[in-house]
Every structure is written in structure tokens, then in C-alpha cells.
């Protein structure tokens, strides 16, 4: 009785290991299918070779970066930045590596291009700092940086000015009031 037992242990934790494999070699081949896909600018047919491999393991931190690179690539700014984000938040493990901080440095990079093209430059300035406290070395981070510390400028003075103008319409309509 106590060796069928065993058996019936031994045979579970072996089929058990075997489902694991099964399942990181589905994984690895969707996303490998997805980078061939997304390497000839088929991006949609990527994006779902990258959502199969996160079905078969949902915390793929590759098939999520992936998955956020195909969306971008789509316009598809929201789901893009919600994949990236995802990864974001798994930053006190990713910075652990030399590759991992690297990768980090690439989300917060692909972040702030998402808020440049959204017009939100403050939320482009800290993702962009974010990667250039990871990775102090990538000059086209720090070009960015600069272009959205720019318009963050530029866009706080044109509120400014519009404040500014339309209190001096409030002023010239009370003007004519008093006046009448």
C-alpha cells in the first residue's frame, strides 16, 4: 500500500514537471512567433502570438514587453502603456540584473514616448528621468528629456497666457458694464 502511494506521488510530480516544460516551450515558441512576426512590421498578427504566449504564462515579463512594443507599434497607446506598466511594477526585481535594468530603462524610455504623444509632458519628463537614472548613457532618452521638458514649457506658458487673456476679457466685460 505504501509503495502505490509513492508511485501514484512520484508519477503526479512527474506528470507535473512534464505540464510545466510543455508549457515553457508553448511560451518561448509565441514569442518567438510574435518577434518574426513583428520584425517584418506585422504588428497586429504579433500582438496576438504575444497575448497566446501570455495565456500560457501570464507573468512572462518577455511576452508583456513584447505584447506593449506590438501595441505601440499599432498606435495603441493605452494598451501599450498598460503592458509597460505592468512591467514597471515588477522594477525592485528587474533591477536586480544588469539585463533587467536595462529593459527597465527601455520601459520607462517607451513610457515617456507614449506621454509625448498623448501632449501629457509631464508624465513624458519623469518616465524619461526614470530611464536616465537607469541607463545615465542613452543620448536619445536625454534628447527626449529635453524636447519634453520643452514642450511642458512651451504648453504651461500657453495656459498661462490663455488665463491671462481670458481674465482680461472677464476685466473689459465688467469695464462695460460699470460703463452702462
Known amino acids: 500500500m505504501k509503495r502505490m502511494r509513492k508511485s501514484i506521488i512520484w508519477m503526479a510530480a512527474f506528470m507535473f514537471c512534464c505540464g ?3 508549457a515553457q516551450k508553448a511560451e518561448r515558441k509565441n514569442v518567438r512567433e510574435g518577434n518574426k512576426l513583428y520584425e517584418t512590421e506585422k ?3 504579433a500582438e496576438i ?3 497566446k504566449s501570455l495565456e500560457v504564462n501570464p507573468r512572462s515579463s518577455e511576452g508583456t514587453y513584447n505584447l506593449g512594443n506590438a501595441l505601440y507599434k499599432q498606435k495603441k497607446f493605452p ?3 498598460e503592458q509597460y506598466q505592468l512591467l514597471a511594477g515588477q522594477g525592485e526585481k528587474m ?3 544588469p539585463e533587467g535594468k536595462a529593459r527597465l ?3 520607462y524610455h517607451n513610457v515617456g514616448n507614449i506621454g509625448m504623444q498623448s501632449k501629457e509632458y ?3 519628463v519623469e518616465a524619461y528621468k526614470q530611464s536616465l537614472r537607469l541607463n545615465p548613457k542613452d543620448d536619445e532618452t536625454r534628447y527626449n528629456l529635453a524636447l519634453a521638458q520643452k514642450m ?3 504648453q504651461q506658458q500657453n495656459q498661462q497666457n490663455q488665463d491671462q487673456n481670458k481674465q482680461q476679457q472677464q476685466d473689459q466685460q465688467e469695464d462695460k458694464k460699470d460703463q452702462n
Do not use: C, G, H, P
Open 43 to 45: 504588428f497586429t498578427e
Open 122 to 124: 509631464a508624465k513624458s
Open 79 to 81: 494598451e501599450a502603456a
Open 20 to 22: 510545466a516544460v510543455f
Open 105 to 107: 530603462a527601455e520601459i
Open 95 to 97: 533591477i536586480e540584473t
Open 152 to 154: 511642458l514649457k512651451d
Open 49 to 51: 502570438a504575444y497575448r
